[in-house]
Nanobody, 125 residues
Framework: QVQLVESGGGLVQTGDSLRLSCVVSGGTFSMLKVAWFRQAPEKEREFVAMIINNGGWTTRADSVKGRFTISRDNPSNTVWLQMNMLKPEDTATYYC??????????????????WGQGTQVTVRS
């Protein structure tokens, strides 16, 4: 069973940076695509970024392009989300999620069958 553990969230000011980490265990990491989603209070969970199993391709939501970067290191089973120029609207609980490399519809939360517990990011204006 694949398990994911996020860390790195916190309380920051507008314009600050944070780096979230997601450590994956219990599966063959190199055969998983991994994504970050976020959910703000009273809002639906939304796609943030995804990286394919070999790290050769990534994609991000328009709202974070130019500010957030997703990366991974397969030997350490870790995925990171580097978040720069943070804004108050980035405030949310951030979740990492994993799906088999062959899974499609990467924008949809239902595609991912393993999720972490989430890490809170709060950006003050």
């Amino acid at each position: 069973q694949v398990q994911l553990v996020e860390s790195g969230g916190g309380l920051v000011q507008t314009g600050d940076s944070l780096r979230l980490s997601c450590v994956v265990s219990g599966g063959t990491f190199s055969m998983l695509k991994v994504a970050w989603f976020r959910q703000a209070p009273e809002k639906e969970r939304e796609f943030v970024a995804m990286i394919i199993n070999n790290g050769g391709w990534t994609t991000r939501a328009d709202s974070v392009k130019g500010r957030f970067t997703i990366s991974r290191d397969n030997p350490s089973n870790t995925v990171w989300l580097q978040m720069n120029m943070l804004k108050p609207e980035d405030t949310a609980t951030y979740y990492c999620a994993a799906a088999p490399a062959y899974a499609t519809d990467y924008l949809k939360a239902e595609t991912y069958n393993s999720w972490g517990q989430g890490t809170q990011v709060t950006v003050r204006s």
